[in-house]
Structures are given as C-alpha cells and as structure tokens.
C-alpha cells in the first residue's frame, strides 16, 4: 500500500519503520530534516511537503504533538488536504482534543475525504515494537479500512466509536491515570511516614482493593517494582509534560461540557508543581517527591 | 483453642461462626442481645461482659466500630483488660487509627499482653466464606503465634511489620481505593458525556494504563461489571459511610505526620457531599451520581 | 473624538453609548442589527463592518465575548487591521487571555498601530453609569493616550503594567474572588449546619480576618446582605458561566507558565458542577447551593 | 470580681494581666512555674491546681491549647469542677470543636454550672493590648453575666448564640481565612510569573472584588503591605500550625454534619505540605512559598 507519513517525531519515525517493514511503500514529511534522512536510509520516499506527501497516497497518517499542528498540516497551502486524492483516508493518530477531530473531520469530508482519530498508547517502546493500542473513532466501515494498515504499527485495534471517540478513550484513560498514579504516590508516602514498609505496603495494595496499573506496574516508590521508571531514577518512562499535556486536554473537554473533573483539576495542579520545580522531564511518577520531601 | 470474642456486628459474628466451625471454644460479648442469641444457638458461650469472655481465654479477639469502643472494651471496669491472663494475646480486627494502636498496645504490655492489630478486607461476604485478608502489625513472633487462629477466619494472613502496621497497611490501601473510585466516576462519566459508549471506555481502560479494581472489578458505571454493586442499584457492596471512615482515618494519620493528602483530602469531601445527599448507605461506587447530574 | 467601536453587547452597548454622551463621535459595528440601531438612535454612526468602523477613526476600541473574536476582528479581510490608520490605537476591552495580547499587539505593531488591553470590572451596571475600572496593559505613553477615551466610559484607569498586564491584573482579581466565593460559601453553609444564624457569622466575619468582598459585599447566604444577589434568588450579578470563563483564563494562563492554581482549579471544578445542573445562569454566588443540598 | 484561671501560655498570660489591671483579684494556674511567677509578681494568687483556682471563684476562665487539655482541667480529680461553688459560670476562651463544648456544657450543668463557650480573635497583640474580639456562644443570660468580665481584655464581645456557637463563628471565620489566604497566594505568585509587578496587582486587588484581610492587610507577597508578617520574613504573626489546628477543627466539624468542606480541606493540605517542609512555625502567609519555588 502507499502511504504518505507525517510527523517523524519520539513516535511517528518508528510508527513509520514499522510499516516500511510490513512491505508498506512510505513517503515522509517533517521539518526535521535528520529525522527524514533517517527514514530515506530505511527505504521511505522523502516529500518535499505535506501535500507532496499526501499526492498518490491511499492512505495518510498524521503523528504530531498537538491540534494546532494538525490543523495546520493538514490546511495549509502545501498541506495534506491541498495533495489528497478524493476517497482517500486521513488517520491522524495524534493525541488532540474530540472537538479539533470533529472539526478537521468535517473539513475532510468537504472534499470527500474521511478523517479518522486514531490516537495510541503504549509509549515509544510500543512503538518501536510495533505493540501499540490504536484507539480507534469513525464507522465501522472506516475502522475496517484501517485496521489492516495500523495492524503494521500495534497490536491492540480497538475501535471505539463515531469520530472523536478514540480521542475520548484515550483522554478518558489518561485521566484515570493521573489520579491514580497521585493517588497512589500519596498513600505510598504515607505508609512510609507511618512506617511500614513500602515494599510490604506495595504488595498489600498490588493484591487488594488499591490494586492498579500505577501500583503494580508503575509504582512510584523505588524498589517496589524494579521494572518501573522509580527504580531507575524517574527516567525513561512518560514524562510529566506528557501527563499534564493529557490531563489539560481531559480537563478542557471536561469544561466544553460542563462536567466536574474535581480529581483530575488536582492531579493537574500537582504535576504542575512538579514541572515549576523543574521536573517535567521525569517519569510522572515523581510526582511522589511532593509527598516525601524532597521537592515541594 | 479457647477464645474470648467481643463484637458480633455484621463483621464480627460470621468471623466468630468461622471460630466456632474451625472447632474453636469461643466465648462471644455483644451489647446486643440477640447477636449473642444467634452466637449461642452456633455452639458459643454466652459472656456476661467482655472481661468474662475474656476470662480463661487462650486469645481474646475484638472487632468493633472505632477507637473509642475499643478503648472502652479494653479498659473498662468489666472489660477485657480487667480478665485477660498474663501472657494472652489480644487480636484486635477493627479498623482504628494507629496512634490508639500503639496507645492499646502500651496498656497492654503493662499487664503483660501483647496486642496485635490485625485489621481485614474482605467485606461481609469475606468474612462469612471464611476467605477475609488480615492485615498484621506486631512482631514475628506474634505474627507466627495468630496466624492458626486467624486462618480459621481468613485466606491472607499478611505481616505487615511492627504494632499498627497493620492499620497502616489497611488505611493505605483504602486511600488508593477511594482516589481510584472517584477518579474512575469522574472518567466514566466524562467519557459519557462525550459520546462514548461506557463499555466500550471500561472495556479499553481495564486492558490498558487505567486498569484498576475500581473499573475493572467494581466499575461504577451500571452495566459496564454485571456483579458490581452499579449494576445492582448500588445496593451491598462497600457503604459510602464506611469508606468516609477509612478516608478519615487516612488524612487525620496524615494530619498526624505533617503529610499533605491532596487527593485523599478532596475523595474524602465527595463521599461527604453524597453522604449529605442521604447517600451515605449506598456502595460508595455510587459517587459517580455526583458526576452524571442525578443528584450533586 | 472620532472613534471606532466594535462589539454592542451587554458591555459594549451602554459603553458606546457614554461616549457618545461624552461627545465624541462613534461609529460602530456588530453582527446584530438591533444593536446597531439602538446606537444609531443614540447618534452613532453604524458602519458596514469592522474595517469600516476603524476607517477614518482616531481610536479603535473592541468589546468581544473571548480571544477567537478578537483575532477575527482584527485580522478578518473586512477587519480592523484592514481599515485603521498608521498610528491610531486599538484598545480591546474584552476579557482575553494575555498571551492572546501579546500576539494581536505584534500584528498590530507590524502595521503600526499600538494594541492596548483594557479589561474591566464592574459589570453591566457600572458600564450603563460609566463607573468601570479599566485595568490598562501598555507603555506609559500610551496609557496616557488612552486614558482621556477610557473616561469617557469609567472612574477609575489603573496602569498595571506592559502589554498584557491590565488582563493578569483581571484574571489574578477573578482567581481570588472565585475563590473567596467558594470558601465564604462553603463557611456559610456550614455555620448553618452547626447551629448559628447566617446573619450573625455574616457579621463577625465581615469585622474579622475572614472579611472579604464576597462576605461583605455580596454574602451568599439569603438575607446577610440586602443588596445582595443572594437575597433577590441569584438574579442579575455576575453570572456562573462568566465567572468559569475567567477561572478558565486563570488556570489556563497557570498553565502556560508551569504554575500550581490548586484552590483556583478545585473552585473552577464546583462552579461546572454548578452549570452542569443548569445553573449557569444564576450569579456565582450560587454556588452555595451545592452545600445546602439544594442541589449538587 | 475574684476570678480563677487557669492556662498561662502565650494567649492565656496576657489575658489574666489586663484582668489585674482591670481590678479584679485573680487566682491562676498553670503547669509552667516561670508563668505562674510573672503572674503572681503582677499581683495574681498562686493556685497549687485548677481545683484550688476555682474555689471561691465568682468566675473561672480556661485558656487551654486543645479539648482534651479542657477535659482535663475540667474533670480531673483536681480540676475546676472538683473546686467550683454551684452557680458560678465557666468561661473557656479556647479554640475547640463545638461538640467538645457541649459535652463540657452538661458535665458543668449537672452540677450546677454553666459552661460559656468563648474564643477570641485578635493574637497574642490583642492579648496584651486588651482589644481581642470574643465570640460568645451561651444564653442571652449568661452573655449578659460573662460580658463585664470579658470586657476586662477585649474590646468586642459578640453573642454569637446557644452554646457551641462561639467555637462555630470561629472555626467558620477561621476557615474563610485560610482558603482567602491561600486564594490570595496562588494570585499574587501566578500574577508574578505573568509578569505584572506584584504592588500593583494588590493595590488592584484591594480595591475591587479580590479585597480581603489577606490581601488589604495581611497580603502574603512582600513589601505589598508592610506591616504584614511578609514584610519582614514571615515571622510574628499567625502561625501556620495553628492555621492548620483551626482548619483541622472546621473540615472535622464538616464531617461531623456531613457537609462537604472542599476549598477547606484542600487548603489545609496546603498548610500541611508547608509544615512537612518545616515551615510550620512560619506565619501561614508563608503559603505563597508553595507557589513561589522556594519550597514546594
């Protein structure tokens, strides 16, 4: 199949590696030029611009950081919509706000394009590993469309709803995420305080009712999971700015519909703390030093 | 094994039963008579007071509301600490803070005893199917000395570490509990809001980085977990007045040590605000009203 | 004084029409018709669009609903960057976020004209009496500029600063009243609840360290005070939606420079569940309904 | 009048000074011999107990850091009950919750005392200048019968209703206080991080709807109000640990009636996290370090 790919970023150049090697014919476009010299040596056709990219392809894919690159990357005078064949899919696997997908879906289907919200999780390891979840918002006709075009990239398919809605699950996730991985950070803590163990406490939480990804795969405290980034000194891991990227597009939907999101408006201030203590780039389970003392 | 037991509540008599039927001679106190009446009728002793059930006894256990009982029951004129023998261990299953641990164990010690917290989880249906997880502070030696008596009530007998551990473990554990719970309302309902189907979204966060027992055992969206209390009506599970104690032992342990507990602080407000909604007796899963406009 | 006015809403119209009185000369544009001609009838003159009402004038001021409205003012074919002369200056009136400021006072420079932000407090009624403060972001100089045109229409013009500055000096007011409102509400509610009448804590408060506008000025609970919303049922203050935008502005412009707003954000969270119950309408001070289970 | 006494601390001393002066013969007690001396070479009479100050007493005041220590000199063998003539009523100028002071209410009443419960305003300043504000909880009757003698060390005697309702007003003020504070805090640091200049976003502040005591008089940022502890390094004023004693009492109350304390508790753990980091001793105006980057 030939596909146009833009955005070569943390994500986007080993999305698009993967499917050169499920035999896919890739054309690319970033600004980054290294990051498409890279891609060019792995086989994939550098184009001179989005819209170059997007020309002949049957499908393209957008991996950017955020809605307004993805407006612009698709609007712009040499952007996608400007190369695009009618009839042809646009997959934006982008994580972006459910009402700039709503909006760039309908841009697309003026001039007979679909536009499909298809965002991931699993981190740049998934990606590499070609293991990511794709969350997938359209019809079913057009999840079966690309279902075989992001099996080159993940393993986990899942489609979610009308478009928009693989944005909503993967916000909706991300919310429950932050709140439990605070929630997590603070009782550890506590237990610490009061003195328990935390690798005891740890276990107790990881076969009871507090049982939870940010306990028994994540667990913040050190020591308590030696695979989770707290063991090796919060790196490597997702990083604060990317929790609070999330939580500010979950709490922003939130405000578009009038609901409260008392605890992740919380979770949002503390990861906030922690990136003005000049921690952004630390696995967001650091958010524990809040609690232990050591920053904050 | 002859032991003296003290509160016969929705907690207290099945475990006595499980005493009774591990082939135990137990004697039982309750103020209420006809939970001795039930007790008896099962084969046990009726007690005339807590210092006489605990009179002769090879073990006394308590299991009642809070502190102040279980300070009233230990000290009292016709209570346990004026029957014990020397040497007797007191087991002491309710959830208390800490601090009143430590306190009891210190009276204890004066005459002699030794006084292990061992507070549980399991609910009403633990304790009757004998399956409860016991939560253990006190030393290894008195850890090895109550683990058979415990196992005649209990599938989990966890050391925790020394006195009050045990509480620790257990107020935690409940804290991750209710943060996750109220996070995962929040979630569900916002996902809702914005289009999603809810077991579509449970179906996505329970294989994915929001899993937790809050959604994917107890899932306070009706419908998403059909053996949940949501989809009951919210009716026996884990009262929301229950789990504003445990959260209140939770941030006034925190308030002990000089631990901020921002998450559990603000759980802690929203279980009051159904509480003062007369929402007090439902599974506190039902939190997610606050959120779906049935009622806050 | 020929001046170009933009923006005929609740705020915009009784300022236009002070300046008329005032005895400048104003022409002015907006979408609705009857607004248009409400001026007219004062002596306006209506121009056919933005462009046209900037052409010719000495002074351009706009008084729009958010950010997205200003920028299409200014920028639009037929806007007001297309219409002004070199060297006349923009005053926007509008409560925006200040990042928003600094981006139309560059397009604004690159033509030359200077872009001053004015926000205001003292609602529609202090626009009908020309009593409005205006908090002006800009050069020295160019306060000096417009501070003549801004009396025609308020009492008090406050410098606050460089460009930017008069809307942080807007938003970080409206952080603490929001707040404040919040905490004075919640304080009410409970003294009711603990036994003392409403009007004497009103009245110990309003000479004590808890004294603030929102006791003394506009008390929430019914009866404290006589002038207050509170006491005519919420009925044409500062209406909740309003009050969630700028709450809005507040914790967005936080988060734009990494800062914690914990008792901002949690207060902007009780204000949504407010509107989610369909009180959006009622003035802010409503929000003491979520505490007396009349709601929420 | 001749007046027992018993609680020399900061508050207490003070306090029975202004009553020597006021020319009432004084009998006091307190546990710290150093205190009891001043006292006594101020013309007080040494008591060897509480008991012993309360005999022949017309009046006993308690000045006392917290319930239990009330409890105490109330029911020990040689406190106050134990020494007090029938008929003669009690004054408790400290700061508890209302449910202790009805409990002490009907301890005094079954034997023929009344229990008034009056907590001050005002600081060890207001101490010793005789200007402190008391909040009256008790009948008219007794109202009218503790005034003169309250009078003695403070200016404003206010009846704030039944008994309890004097801890009420307090807590509930107290409360106000410390969410308008840490309200205040977030806006001036966010307010500086955008860049405006902080004396000028308070001179803002204080004359519109953001105006409170924590801004107009004791505004956190230094240098905007000079007399403020903020001005000269957080010292001498209002302590954070009995910010964090008060606010403790009212979210504690709150859940005593179930009502929801949101802005409340979240400012309290605030205050927490700024005592965790040593800070405790620090006026609480020192919350804005939070925001500030110099801890937290």
Known sequence: MKIGFVGLGHMGAPMALNLLKAG??????????SAMQTLAEAGAQKA????????????VITMLPAA?????VLTAEDGVLAGIAKGVTIIDSSTIDPASVKEFAKLAAAQG?????APVSGGTGGAAAGTLTFMVGGSAEHYES????LSGMGKNIVHCGETGTGQVAKICNNLVLG????????????????????KVLGGIMNTSTGRCWSSDT?????????TAPSSRGYT?????????????????????????????????QLYQAMSSHGDGKLDFSAIIKLYRGEKG
């Open 24 to 33: 896919h014919t890739v054309a690319v476009f970033d600004l980054s030029a």
């Open 48 to 59: 001179a611009s989005a819209k170059a990219a997007a020309s002949g392809a049957e499908c």
């Open 68 to 72: 307004a690159h993805v407006r612009s």
């Open 113 to 117: 394009n679909a536009f499909v919200d």
């Open 146 to 149: 690309v279902k075989p075009v």
């Open 179 to 198: 709140v439990t991985m605070a929630g997590v950070a603070e009782a550890m803590a506590l237990g610490e305080a009061l003195g328990i163990d935390p």
């Open 218 to 226: 994540y667990n913040p405290y050190p020591g308590v999971i030696e």
């Open 236 to 268: 490597g891991g997702f990083g604060t700015d990317l929790m609070l990227k999330d939580l500010g597009l979950a709490t922003d939907a939130a405000k578009g519909v009038h609901q409260p999101a008392y605890m992740g408006a919380l979770a949002q």
